[in-house]
């Protein structure tokens, strides 16, 4: 059975720093690379970041300059490192395993593939 298990969420002021981990069982995540998306109430699920399993990376541009995704193969865990955030950076993030090259920019979140659970993360004023 494939389980991602996304932690690292929390509240934070604005100008802060969060870190997001994605860890699987059951598939190996260099295989396929993963995607980190985030909705947040009355949004769709967009795409934030991307890694592919040669580990070329995508960032939306929102995020870009401020956010660093990361795959650990040895720990099978991707990651999703963000600074400066902003309070509309404020959702909930899920992980996904790569379907497709590139991901789709927005997506029904948690409708077709391997997904998390999500982390929340609250960016405050």
């Known amino acids: 059975e494939v389980q991602l298990v996304e932690s690292g969420g929390g509240s934070v002021q604005a100008g802060g720093s969060l870190t997001l981990s994605c860890t699987a069982s059951?598939?190996?995540?260099?295989?396929?690379?993963a995607t980190w998306y985030r909705q947040s109430p009355g949004s769709e699920c967009e795409l934030v970041s991307a890694i592919h399993s040669d580990y070329t990376t995508y960032y939306t541009e929102s995020v870009k300059g401020r956010s660093t995704i990361s795959l650990d193969s040895a720990k099978n865990a991707v990651y999703l490192q963000m600074s400066s955030l902003k309070p509309d950076d404020t959702a909930v993030y899920y992980c996904a395993v790569n379907q497709e090259w590139p991901p789709p920019t927005s997506t029904v979140c948690r409708d077709v593939g391997y997904w998390g659970q999500g982390t929340q993360v609250t960016v405050s004023s």
């Open positions: 059951g598939f190996y995540l260099d295989a396929a690379g």
